[in-house]
């Protein structure tokens, strides 16, 4: 056989392995469905059905998973911007809006569904699911497996020994005060948080081993930067805290279990020896569930008479810390809201604070008006737009007074939630 001949079958094989690395035909799960996918003008569809794309962990429904009552509101749904008024069905058809409910005093008073989409769904989170994860930090923390706020990573997660990531204080993954060196740009080519999904899903790399390799250019607790990978090691912190246990598991059994949670799912790296979620994201259930979420928030980290999050987590979570860049705008005029731990805080910081994932995901809560706000969809145009938060507001408000009693914030803390024994 000629020296041509022998080229030519090579390059045949590397073809041949190559798109056979490619599609995948003998898996549930390829980089071309994942790509065709991620390019789609329209990711309603693929955002309702992301356990189809991505290898995943199932998180167990509640032994006592239950609907909440319905009282609907018999009002169309309108709000004020840019000097208009406008209606929630308009909104919803230009931004891609998959589903809307609102809770108030625990009965549905709003509950609307676009799309295709109905209410056994399962709508993916984006970043909703940092807010779960600070949850679970927050039991955490009640339940001793964290001793303290302050202690470093490493102390529960050593895979970290010897990186920067190891050396940051739980407190600080929070608050997105991390100084990790990190680009977490969705949209450009070549940045931090793409490459990131490239190695995990691609290239089926281990999640924390990714992350062990981003190092720090400035001190940690200076200012405010929101990156994924900071979520993605206090999952690593949470797993060691609980002996190995993996986050879908710690979901089920201190979330979905009290909250009455139906099933959902959660996406995993693509290191089938570990199928480690990704914390900093893809968490996929009903919207009525992240509903219930927001109710634990609203009800200050209480599900029926039993305590969940340590007392005072909540105001915890939503309050801003003392650091200039965490104020609403305080880094990009051009989105008008603060951080406090892993959850958003409104440029009008009357008590109110929300969850808020990547193309327009949301869990509003507003105790003003003892309200949870809850939105899925696929809209391309978030964080950019600011409509969205005429709505939230407005959702929040509709058919309610508001309580001055709640939102007093003289009683927010600065220096972190009680721990159970502890004194106020």
């Known amino acids: 056989m000629g020296p041509i001949k022998i080229i030519g079958l090579c390059l045949l094989a590397v073809l041949v392995a190559g798109a056979s690395w490619f599609y995948r035909p003998w898996s549930d799960y390829s980089p071309a469905r994942v790509i065709e996918a991620r390019d789609t003008l329209d990711r309603v569809p693929y955002y309702r059905t992301m356990a189809e794309y991505f290898p995943h962990n199932t998180i167990a429904a509640s032994p006592k998973a239950y609907a909440l009552e319905r009282d609907l509101f018999p009002t169309a749904l309108v709000y004020s911007y840019d000097g208009e008024t406008r209606d ?144 993605a090691v206090l999952g690593a912190a949470l797993s060691g805290a609980y002996g190995g246990r993996s986050l879908s598991d710690l979901a089920a059994e201190k979330v979905f279990a009290p909250l009455g949670m139906q099933a959902g799912t959660w996406l995993t790296d693509r290191n089938s020896r570990s199928g480690k979620e990704l914390a900093y994201c893809c968490l996929n259930i009903r919207l009525e569930d992240y509903a219930k979420f927001g109710l634990l928030y609203l009800n200050q980290g209480m599900a029926g008479e039993t305590r969940i999050l340590p007392e005072g987590w909540a105001n915890f979570v939503s309050t801003v810390p003392n650091e200039a860049t965490h104020s609403p705008g305080a880094t990009d005029p051009s989105r008008p809201v603060g951080y406090g731990h892993h959850f958003w805080i409104p440029k009008e910081q009357d008590g109110s604070f929300f969850a808020a994932g990547y193309n327009g995901q949301f869990v509003f809560i507003n105790p003003n008006t003892n309200t949870v706000v809850a939105i899925t969809g696929a809209d391309q145009t978030y964080p950019g737009q600011q409509e969205v938060w005429a709505l939230l507001r407005a959702a929040s408000e509709v058919g309610a007074p508001v309580n001055a009693d709640a939102s007093d914030n003289a009683d927010r803390m600065t220096n972190g939630p009680l721990k159970d024994g502890e004194a106020n």
């Not at 056994?120 to 949850?135: C, G």
């Not at 920067?164 to 990190?182: C, V």
């Not at 740009?185 to 290239?203: K, W």
């Not at 081993?209 to 200076?222: A, E």
């Open 88 to 231: 929630l069905d308009d909104y919803a058809a230009r931004r891609d809006i998959t589903g809307l409910i609102v809770v108030r005093d625990e009965k549905v008073i709003i509950e609307r569904y676009w799309r295709g989409a109905d209410v056994d769904d399962h709508h993916t989170s984006w970043s909703v699911a940092k807010s779960f994860v600070a949850t679970l930090v927050g039991i955490a923390l009640k339940e001793g497996a964290i001793e303290d706020l302050t202690d470093p990573v490493v102390k529960y997660a050593p895979i970290y020994r010897d990186t920067d990531y190891g050396q940051t204080t739980i407190q600080h993954l929070l608050m997105m005060s991390s100084g990790i060196d990190f680009s977490e740009n969705y949209e450009e080519t070549g940045s931090d948080i793409r490459d990131l999904f490239f190695n995990t899903f691609f290239l089926n790399q281990d999640l924390d081993k990714v992350v062990r390799g981003y190092d720090r250019n400035r001190d940690p607790g200076q200012d405010f930067d929101y990156v994924s990978t900071n979520t």
